[in-house]
């Protein structure tokens, strides 16, 4: 599987993709107004250059993420998205460290989720996350930051 940044041409399906992964979080949290799930596609078109797509070789857009970094040096990753019925299948895993990859001068990579995915937790901390602050928020579990170093 080839995993490249997203152009003009991915956003629809990019925009599908995150819609159907994060259904699931929305019905865990009770809530339907994630950010993921509020956001418009000219919002996410705004913001194509951060994003990253992965395709099947049947062409199938299978695994998404976004990594944007700041002027400190930390990329900040976010919206891993993975098809609901090709999860636990490592492309999430694929997709983090194609990221991390893409972004060579990061001196750390950070990210949150929410507080009772722990599906998602377990799969930063295998990958060298470590939690270094919770957030409470107006409901539900609040999320959790990890970060990491990046390796030199």
């Given amino acids: 599987m080839e995993i490249r940044r997203a152009d003009a041409a991915d956003a629809g399906e990019v925009f599908t993709l995150q819609r ?13 107004h994630l950010p993921v799930l ?13 994003v990253f797509v ?12 976004r990594g944007r970094l700041d002027a400190a040096g930390t990329c900040h990753i976010g919206r891993l998205a993975v098809a609901p019925d090709l999860r636990g299948q490592g492309l999430g895993r694929r997709m983090l460290r194609a990221v991390e990859a ?13 507080a009772a995915s722990h599906d998602n937790i377990r799969l930063y901390e295998r990958n060298g996350y470590t939690i ?8 539900g579990p ?10 030199r």
Avoid at 132 to 139: G, K, Q
């Fill in 102 to 114: 893409a972004h060579p001068d990061a001196r750390r990579f950070e990210l949150f989720t929410g």
């Fill in 142 to 151: 609040g999320l959790v930051h990890l970060a990491k170093p990046a390796v």
């Fill in 38 to 50: 509020t956001e418009t596609l000219a919002e996410l078109t705004a913001v194509l250059d951060t």
């Fill in 54 to 65: 992965g395709r099947h070789l049947a062409g199938r857009l299978v695994v998404v993420g």
């Fill in 132 to 139: 270094f602050a919770r957030r409470t928020l107006d409901r």
């Fill in 20 to 32: 159907a992964a994060f259904l699931s979080e929305a019905q865990r949290y009770d809530d339907p």
